[in-house]
């Protein structure tokens, strides 16, 4: 008889169309609800919609799946690296600018 070795995964894609809540992407994420906050407050991640009365209760902000994913990797910045929360900022600002380069490049290399 032969061995079976299959491994089956179950998950859920992460894009801009999937909302989590306040609570689901502090869960997810692995973050304190003073680190999300303090996440949007600096711009790392954006909720979908926020205005002054969000504000007033950030249990109340939504965002997308990318949040989740750009929240994991600041955690692992601060955790792993020890950068604070202004150097996790600038490399997330870096590397939106890297990935808009290399988008730019693409298209100019097709046309």
């Not at 999300?36 to 790392?44: K, N, R």
């Not at 870096?94 to 290399?102: E, R």
Request: aromatic share 4%; hydrophobic share 45%; charged share 25%.
């Amino acid at each position: 008889m032969a061995n079976d070795n299959t491994i089956y995964l179950h998950g859920q894609i992460l894009d801009e169309h999937t909302h989590l809540t306040y609570t689901e992407l502090c869960r997810a994420s692995a973050l304190e609800d003073e680190q999300v906050t303090a996440l949007v407050l600096e711009g790392v991640i954006e909720p979908i919609e926020r205005d002054a009365a969000t504000d007033a209760d950030p249990t109340h902000w939504q965002f997308c799946g990318v949040a989740l994913q750009r929240a994991v990797v600041a955690r692992r910045l601060t955790r792993d690296l020890e950068v604070n929360l202004a150097g996790v900022a600038l490399a997330f600002e870096l590397m939106d600018q890297i990935a808009d380069l290399k988008s730019r490049l693409g298209r100019c290399s097709k046309a």
